[in-house]
């Protein structure tokens, strides 16, 4: 099995170069990843992405419920994405990474986003403003797939909105809004940190966007 070390080496080229040095959070969250993995190092990576969808979906409903099951969905947010990040070092660390893992986990993450959406719209989110939210945790994705499609090797540092910023925004989210729910605030949480995932999400584009049109050579 590969050191931590290692793992951030073989993790930064499946992602393009990406280094998770870059930002605290993800190489944090990468971190408590791979020390998941050591013990876990048996456990099919297919078998935590799987889980990690699950346990997404599973979200939906506490966060409909509204009231203290809120705090359960936030959890359930928040576990679903350290199993995704538990798969990609289960197969990075212990030799097991293939493209067709690779790309089977970027179609998981992004289905585990439409969950996250989901469950602030049935949280109380406008409508409107989840799908904003929705769109701006694929457009990032997408850019980068499709430059690496152009020839861009190297899609670009870390920026504010990358896959550990969505999951923390959702989770806290709707963990504070249930913390809050006997005020009758809950709503207003909802939506207040829905908009600020969506301004990060902008954010987070835009400065994606700027790397990638140097990277391209555009004028």
């Known amino acids: 099995m590969l050191s931590r ?7 930064s080229t499946w992602h393009g170069g990406t280094d998770p040095n870059d930002s605290r959070l993800v190489r944090g969250w990468l971190s408590a990843a791979y020390a998941l993995a050591v013990p876990l190092a048996a456990v099919p990576p297919v078998a935590a ?35 995704d990040s538990l798969d990609g070092a289960l197969a990075i660390s212990t030799g097991r990474a293939s493209r067709r893992g690779f790309v089977l986990d970027s179609v998981v993450d992004r289905l585990t986003e439409v969950a996250y ?23 990032p994705d997408y850019l980068r797939a499709r430059a690496g499609q152009a020839g861009v090797s190297e899609t670009g ?20 809004a249930g913390i809050v729910s006997a005020t009758g605030q809950a709503g207003l949480v909802v939506t207040v940190g829905t908009a600020v995932g969506a301004a990060l999400g902008l954010l987070g584009t835009v400065q994606l966007g700027v790397q990638l049109r140097r990277r391209l050579g555009e004028p």
């Open 5 to 11: 070390d290692e793992y951030f080496a073989a993790w």
């Open 49 to 83: 992405t799987a889980f990690g969808l699950a346990v997404a979906a599973a979200a939906i409903g506490p966060a409909a419920a509204g009231g203290w099951w809120l705090v359960a969905a936030g959890l359930l947010v928040g576990l679903s994405g350290l199993l």
């Open 117 to 139: 959406a989901l469950a602030l719209w049935v949280a109380g989110a406008p409508g409107w403003l989840v799908v904003l939210f929705g769109a701006l945790c694929w457009l």
């Open 157 to 176: 540092a870390i920026s504010v909105w990358e896959r550990p910023t969505r999951v923390a925004m959702a989770g806290m989210t709707l963990g504070g």
